[in-house]
């Protein structure tokens, strides 16, 4: 066993944490953020094995906390984060010498070519990446020459890639990684995704967009000040494969009636189940229905009518011809006229919904008013 072996049985002995830490690359372990009297987020715990690619969705400012104590800007005042089994509290350096971020808005020397780059890059980090495998990985052969002023945002993206497989961490994070990049760069992080995967990386990745969640990973989970929760996510092929088997068996199934308790939407080639205390109010128009989810739309697989029947046992009011409310989210209800009514909801946007006239009256009844 040689010295650096001993050094991790070390950390791993004086913080006292049990076998699964050592068999994560990544554990999380009842970490929270606490704002004054605001709850960014309640204590959670996550680990992330090898060949683990999983995403947080969550907004900006969640992301952003994440991102700082990942980064020891932000103290983790409780819980813990483990990497490798070493915590940044008890072994900094050895901490970040796992850990390789990519952050949304990472320098770059402006005026350095992209070779130039690279070529420190493999310096800093003793890498055995060549720098022509690196340009290769990333698509930017033809611009190594070019300096990093004349590259399009997309492209300066790229190089941030290209920073962490000279690195070659062991633990990857990305923020927002493809935020307002062209396809080609899309598919150059999927494409070194799949390398990472099978070089038995682990793989982090904060987004505020969920469908950028989904076209990397099926490990999906929301977070925000109610707590950590993974979505329930199928992908067609998956969906198929079962269907198949169905159809393999048909003459030994008896179809019993079921209550299907999951809201089905879909995105791209995958489904994702939402739970209806979930849904803040769905909205029809132009032929389908979209489910908002804190402000976020998703299409839906139903009517609004097929959705209304759906969900009428989890509190939900059809409130216009066009939108179903969940009723748990409504804050108030607002008069503008004698003929005019609207619902001010609880989300982050506090969104407005329209009610109609003869929905106040049903309204009214429910609530128990006069």
């Known amino acids: 066993m040689n010295s650096y072996q001993i050094t991790l049985i070390f950390y791993y002995d004086y913080d006292g944490q049990g076998d699964d830490v050592m068999s994560s690359i990544l554990s999380i372990k009842n970490i929270e953020k606490q704002d004054g009297h605001t709850i960014i987020f309640p204590a959670f715990s996550l680990d992330v094995q090898k060949q683990g690619v999983l995403a947080i969705h969550t907004n900006t400012n969640v992301r952003t906390v994440l991102m700082k104590m990942f980064m020891g800007e932000t103290p983790i005042s409780n819980g813990k984060i483990y990497v490798n089994g070493v915590s940044i509290e008890s072994a900094k350096k050895e901490f970040f010498a796992y850990v390789g971020f990519c952050n949304l808005n990472d320098g770059l020397y402006e005026r350095l070519r992209v070779k130039d780059h690279y070529s420190f890059y493999r310096k800093l980090y003793h890498s055995t ?74 793989i982090l990745i904060f987004t505020s967009n969920m469908e950028s969640a989904l076209s990397v990973t099926n ?82 697989m139903f009517t609004l009518t097929e959705l209304e029947k759906r969900l009428q046992l989890y509190g939900f009011f059809r409130c216009h011809r066009s939108y179903i409310v969940n009723l748990q989210k409504v804050r108030e209800v607002i008069t503008f006229t004698r003929n005019s009514f609207s619902l001010v909801l609880m989300d982050e946007n506090k969104s407005s919904i329209p009610l109609s006239k003869n929905k106040m009256v049903e309204l009214k009844e429910i609530l128990g008013l006069k």
């Open 129 to 202: 990446l060549t720098i022509e495998e690196g340009l290769r990985m990333t698509q930017l052969d033809i611009k190594k020459s070019e300096k990093v002023q004349q590259l399009s945002l997309s492209e300066k993206r790229r190089i941030q890639f290209g920073r962490l497989l000279f690195q070659n961490p062991l633990l990857y994070i990305f923020e927002e990684p493809d935020q307002n990049v062209d396809l080609e760069t899309k598919r150059v992080f999927m494409k070194i995704i799949r390398n990472l995967k099978q070089q038995e990386k682990a």
């Open 219 to 300: 490990q999906v989970y929301r977070l925000d000040e109610t707590g950590l929760q993974k979505l329930d996510i199928v992908s067609e092929e998956e969906e198929n494969q079962e269907g198949n088997l169905i159809d393999e068996k048909d003459e030994e199934i008896i179809v019993q009636p079921v209550h299907f308790e999951k809201i089905p939407t879909k995105i791209n080639d995958k489904i994702v189940l939402f739970d209806p205390p979930e849904i803040d109010y769905i909205e029809s128009g132009q032929g389908h229905s979209l489910i908002y989810i804190k402000g976020e739309s998703y299409p839906s």
